[in-house]
C-alpha cells in the first residue's frame, strides 16, 4: 500500500471534514491524499490496494444511479411511494426554454404539456400554503414558503432563472428530524429546528437578529447576519413580518421555512431517544432508493412516540456530518467518520 502522499498546501488549511478523515484514516493505517488546497477532493487506500474517493461529503459508498435518484426529489419522492412509504404529493413545473425544448423534440405532448408549466393548475392541486424548491437544490438553498398563487407564480419565475425544474410541495407542520443512517443502522439522529428569534416586546427582528448573529459567531457558526439574507426578508414578508417588527414577548418569529443546519437552523441531538420504528423507517427508506449511507429527512408530530403519518421528505445521498461534531463533540464525530470509512472497504451487505 502506497504511504501518505504530501498534500497541495498543509493540512491547516484543509477543511475540518478532511482534518477528521485524515486522522482516522491514520488510526486505520489506510492511506490518505487529497488533490487540492483545502482537501475538498481525495482519495483512500486500503490494504488490498483499494481506492475510495471523496468530494467534499460525498464518498464512494452509495452506488451511482442511488445517489443521482436521491438527488432528484421528484424521483425520490416517487420511489419512496412505490416502495408503500409516506412521502409528499408534489408538483413539478419545467422552465419555458426547458419545456419549450422538451416539446421540439416530441418528449412533451399536448396531453402532459400543461402538467408541466401550469403554475396555477400546480397551486390548485397542492393547495396552500406551500413550498417551491428547486428539485435537485442542497442545504435548503431558495426554499420558499408560498401563501397565495401570485407569490407562488412569482417566486417560481424567480427560481426559473437558476433552475430548469422547480417542485410545488404542500406546506407540512411537525417536528423536522434528520436520522443518518448506514447499512441499515440509525448512527445519529437530530431534531432541526427552523432560525428564529423570540420577541421581548421590545426589539425589533433586525435587533433579536444582530444578537442571534453574535450567540452563533461565538458557537462557531456562520458569520454573515441573517438580516443580510434577501430569503429571511422575503419569508418574514410571507408571515406578515419585515425586520421593523416587533414580536411580542415569548413570540417566536420563524426567520426560514426550513430548519437546514448549513442555512442557520439548530440542532438537537435525539440519537437516544429515537422511537425504534423511526429507526426501521429510516432504514426502509434508504433501502428503498439503494442508499447504503443516508440522512433521511423526516416530518413527525411526535419525536419520542412514534408517529404513524409522518412524512418522509427527502434523502441525502451525501449528509454532512460536521454540523453534529457542535453538538456531539470530535472524538464522537470522528467515531462515526471512522465507521463510514471501514464501510466503504467492505462489501455491500
Known amino acids: ?16 471534514l478532511t482534518r477528521d478523515i485524515a486522522a482516522v484514516c491514520a488510526t486505520l493505517g489506510l492511506g490518505f491524499e487529497v488533490f487540492d488546497r483545502h482537501g475538498r477532493v481525495g482519495r483512500i487506500t486500503y490494504p488490498d490496494g ?58 412533451l405532448g399536448p396531453a402532459t404539456g400543461d402538467a408541466y408549466s401550469d403554475v396555477g393548475a400546480a397551486v390548485a392541486a397542492i393547495g396552500l400554503p406551500a413550498v417551491v424548491k428547486p428539485i435537485d437544490g442542497t442545504e435548503g438553498t431558495d426554499v420558499s414558503l408560498v401563501t397565495s398563487p401570485g407569490d407562488a407564480a412569482s417566486r417560481i419565475d424567480d427560481l426559473f432563472v437558476r433552475h430548469d425544474r422547480v417542485l410545488l410541495q404542500p406546506w407540512l407542520p411537525g417536528h423536522d428530524l434528520r436520522v443518518v443512517v448506514l447499512d441499515g ?28 448573529d453574535g450567540d452563533r459567531r461565538q458557537a462557531g457558526h456562520r458569520t454573515a ?68 449511507f443516508a440522512g433521511v429527512d423526516l416530518l413527525c408530530a411526535t419525536v419520542e412516540r412514534f408517529d404513524p403519518g409522518c412524512t418522509i421528505l427527502e434523502l441525502n445521498a451525501a449528509p454532512g456530518l460536521s454540523h453534529a461534531g457542535r453538538v456531539i463533540g470530535r472524538d464522537r464525530l470522528r467515531g462515526l467518520y471512522r465507521r463510514l470509512i471501514t464501510a466503504m472497504g467492505t462489501p455491500s451487505p
Request: charged letters at 30%.
Open 50 to 107: 483499494r481506492r475510495s474517493h471523496f468530494k467534499g461529503t460525498a464518498f464512494d459508498i452509495n452506488a451511482l444511479g442511488a445517489a443521482q435518484i436521491a438527488r432528484d426529489k421528484d424521483y425520490c419522492a416517487r420511489a419512496l411511494r412505490r416502495a408503500g412509504l409516506n412521502a409528499p404529493d408534489s408538483r413539478v413545473l419545467l422552465a419555458p426554454h426547458l419545456a419549450a425544448r422538451l416539446r421540439t423534440h416530441g418528449s
Open 185 to 212: 443502522e440509525t448512527l445519529f439522529a437530530c431534531e432541526r429546528r427552523r432560525p428564529s428569534v423570540v420577541g421581548d416586546g421590545r426589539r425589533t427582528i433586525a435587533a433579536l437578529i444582530e444578537r442571534l
Open 225 to 292: 447576519s441573517m438580516a443580510d439574507d434577501p430569503s429571511v426578508r422575503y419569508h418574514l414578508a410571507q408571515c406578515g413580518r419585515d425586520l421593523d417588527s416587533v414580536p411580542r414577548a415569548g413570540e417566536r418569529a420563524d426567520l426560514l421555512p426550513t430548519a437546514n443546519l448549513s442555512k442557520g437552523g439548530e440542532m438537537v441531538e435525539r440519537t437516544d431517544r429515537l422511537h425504534p420504528d423511526y429507526r426501521r423507517l429510516c432504514a426502509d427508506a434508504a433501502a428503498a432508493i439503494g442508499l447504503r
Open 1 to 16: 500500500m502506497p504511504s501518505n502522499q504530501p498534500a497541495p498546501g498543509s493540512a491547516e488549511s484543509w477543511t475540518g
